[in-house]
């Protein structure tokens, strides 16, 4: 008999951890992340399907490339412009409620006729529903997992989820953030470096002009006849 509990209460377990990844698995094909390089004087654009009522939310940071700096447009299936940035090194735009189509994504860098940019941005898709509620009702048909309170578990693994997809959209924004200060440390590293190596330079050139200059007033080639 404590065999047939101990067996009981592992299926439980068990059910449960499959309703937990159901939950946590809904939305990890509903975003998108992506690094690309913006040419000089170019305009690249992104499309991301959506569905009526949902929300989309764009993030953007501008990582490398002289200026920090790009235009974005966000544009509505429709036609109309949702939102416009001029120069700007980050951004972040939200749209609720969307509409049936494609949403257009374009990041401009015309102004700039001599510099490439590298552009992350990332498109959070949230479909507005509980994360997976079919899933949840599917499985959880057994009377035996009526002990367990179902919906208290919906509302905290919901309320899990939506805190880990805050945590993990930090991150991904730390991890821009960091790669363009790395950028920007190595592109002051090689100006430093530069400009150095032109001081030296210089500062050899001076010692070579002052040491020839100083031969030449003691080097007296004039003979003097009696």
């Not at 209460?9 to 992340?33: H, I, P, S």
């Not at 120069?87 to 189509?101: A, C, I, K, L, Q």
């Not at 997992?145 to 905290?156: G, H, P, Q, T």
Request: aromatic share 12%; hydrophobic share 40%.
């Amino acid at each position: 008999m404590v065999r047939g509990g101990i067996m009981k209460g592992a299926a439980k377990l068990f059910l449960l951890a499959c309703l937990v990844e159901l939950t946590l698995g809904w939305r990890q094909n509903q975003d998108t992340e992506f690094t690309f390089l913006l040419p000089a004087g170019s305009t690249e654009c992104f499309y991301q399907t959506t569905v009526k009522n949902w929300s989309i939310g764009v993030e953007y940071q501008v990582i490398a490339g002289a200026g920090l700096d790009v235009g974005f447009t966000l544009i509505s299936p429709s036609g109309y412009r949702l939102a416009s940035d001029f120069r700007r090194s980050d951004g972040t735009h939200t749209v609720h409620p969307t509409e049936d189509g494609d949403y257009r994504l374009c990041f401009d860098n015309s102004f700039s006729k001599r510099s490439e940019k590298m552009v992350f941005f990332e498109v959070i898709i949230d479909s507005g529903n509980d994360g997976g509620h079919e899933e949840w009702a599917d499985v959880a048909t057994p009377e035996s997992m009526v002990d367990y309170k179902l919906e208290d578990i919906r509302a905290s693994m919901d309320s899990v989820h939506r805190h880990l997809e805050r945590s993990r959209q930090a991150l991904v924004m730390l991890r821009a953030f960091e790669t363009r200060d790395r950028y920007l440390l190595e592109d002051n590293l090689w100006r430093v470096s530069f400009w150095s190596c032109i001081n030296l330079l210089v500062m050899l050139a001076v010692a070579a002009t002052q040491i020839y200059t100083l031969r030449r007033l003691f080097d007296d080639k004039k003979r003097v006849c009696t």
